[in-house]
């Protein structure tokens, strides 16, 4: 039973007063703006072009986190998260449990109907056979640790299969059995083949998953490592960059560097043919390949001089984050860098990593790494909480809700704006109707208006903020 209390006109005036100054002091939500002809809301051409956003920092060329400070992170990174693989810390041998652990953790075999390229349904049969591929019970008791080098980008899979598979029939975008990609140079340990004989189980240092064994070179931990080590290098700091073409060495031709990826070279380029071509106007670089019998070999390939590399990570400066984001502007969205493209977590990842900065490859693992300085939200943090940290945002903080990363870029009139490899977004337009862009690319947009429904928007919805570069006004720690 309740109880009537009855209030004075003195008590209600006061009530109200009390009640509109705590709405005025909610931050305000650019929840609405005009609809443009290209659909993207609160987007103009100019905001297309990195130097807009460069040109409105302070100090943007300053370094804001120096190599020492990048190396003792990224070693962190290997101590505290899980997600990560140290292959020079497993053992010499590795057992079954191990193994087995590995594969399937990854992932169980679906139990729901999946659909192929064709829509067509994926018949169980079919499934079951994909899951015996993994040959869990030959996974021998204990096995020698074995070491590769992946020669060319290749595909990591959730099972050692080819085949895409998707849950819906008008939806081939998400390859359900699409992991991640690995790319040239990369070192990994193989732990596993399929049944079949056509693939291997890897740990590569950030996924464990199943890449086709015509992708990997096989070597001495000593020549695998030791490929990592070598100096001096050239670091890949465009999007993609293809080796120069040649007709000697098909291996080594055209081959695609995507950025992040450091290669060996040659100290001195000597008055002699490299793949049939004079080296004097090219970085003579070392690859590795894989031999007839699937052993490492390593060869010489050309680097043009004018291709987008530099002779060590760029240095960590708000305009390099900027830059080196925009590279990827308007590249196909890529789910587990399916398209030759990347997907959201990928993006971020080799835009740090062209910085040397490395981080854990999905958002479920980014946006928690113990390694990394992360403001954590959940649902005790009240609009005002989260307003309030949107606010404070700075270039190169990372934004997540569940499943997807933003990468922040600047603001403008105290709106902040990110770029983000992103399927589409959807946002209340100023009639008040919901709008649906479908986009499938890196792309920039405001961060306030974004919605994931008609109910909740995008900052509603936030789990964390995570800053690579830390914030030095506050004690370092992993939360904010």
Not at 319 to 347: M, P, T, V
Request: with cysteine; net charge negative; aromatic share 8%.
């Amino acid at each position: 039973m309740m109880r009537l209390q009855l209030l004075t006109p003195m008590t209600v005036l006061l009530r109200f007063v009390s009640f509109w100054a705590c709405l005025c002091a909610l931050p305000a939500i650019a929840d609405t703006m005009p609809k443009p002809a290209h659909g993207v809301i609160g987007v103009e051409e100019v905001h297309l072009d990195p130097e807009f956003w460069v040109s409105r920092l302070d100090d943007a060329e300053r370094v804001v986190m120096m190599r020492q400070a990048i190396e003792e992170q990224n070693a962190r990174l290997f101590e505290l998260d899980s997600s990560m693989h140290d292959l020079r810390k497993l053992p010499d041998t590795l057992p079954r449990d191990y193994v087995t652990a590995l594969v399937e953790d990854l992932a169980d075999p679906p139990s729901g109907t999946m659909f192929d390229e064709g829509g067509k349904p994926v018949s169980m049969r079919t499934v079951k056979a994909i899951a015996r591929n993994r040959n869990l019970d030959d996974v021998p008791t204990a096995q020698a640790t074995r070491y590769g080098l992946v020669v060319h980008r290749a595909d990591l899979r959730t099972f050692p299969t080819s085949l895409r598979v998707f849950r819906s029939t008008g939806n081939t975008d998400i390859d359900r059995f699409q992991e991640s990609a690995l790319f040239p140079g990369t070192p990994v340990v193989i732990a596993h083949e399929s049944g079949d004989g056509e693939w291997w189980f890897v740990i590569a240092p950030r996924y464990a998953a199943w890449i086709e064994k015509q992708h990997v070179a096989e070597g001495t931990s000593a020549d695998v490592l030791g490929y990592v080590d070598k100096s001096p290098y050239r670091v890949i700091t465009g999007a993609t960059v293809d080796t120069v073409f040649n007709p000697e060495q098909p291996a080594v031709s055209e081959l695609q560097l995507d950025m992040g990826v450091r290669v060996p070279v040659f100290a001195e380029a000597l008055d002699a043919p490299v793949n049939g071509q004079h080296p004097y106007s090219a970085h003579v670089i070392e690859l590795p390949v894989r031999a007839e019998e699937g052993e490492l070999r390593l060869l010489p390939a050309l680097l043009q001089k004018n291709s987008d590399t530099a002779a060590d990570y760029l240095p960590m400066t708000r305009a390099n984050i900027i830059r080196q984001g925009f590279k990827f502007l308007g590249e196909r969205y890529g789910w587990g860098h399916s398209y030759n493209g990347r997907d959201c977590s990928g993006f971020v990842s080799e835009v740090y990593q062209s910085m040397g900065a490395l981080m854990p490859r999905n958002t479920s693992a980014q946006s928690v790494s113990p390694a990394l300085q992360a403001r954590l939200f959940n649902a005790d943090d009240g609009q005002k909480a989260r307003i309030d940290a949107v606010r404070a945002l700075d270039v190169g903080d990372l934004v997540f809700i569940p499943g997807h990363v933003m990468m922040v870029i600047g603001n403008i009139d105290g709106e902040p704006y990110v770029i983000h490899d992103t399927t589409g977004i959807s946002y209340r337009s100023d009639g008040g109707e919901m709008a649906r862009v479908s986009l499938n690319a890196v792309s920039v947009t405001p961060l306030l208006p974004l919605r994931v429904n008609e109910t909740e928007t995008y900052v509603d919805r936030m789990t964390s903020i995570v800053k690579i570069v830390p914030d030095t006004s506050k004690e370092a720690s992993p939360s904010l």
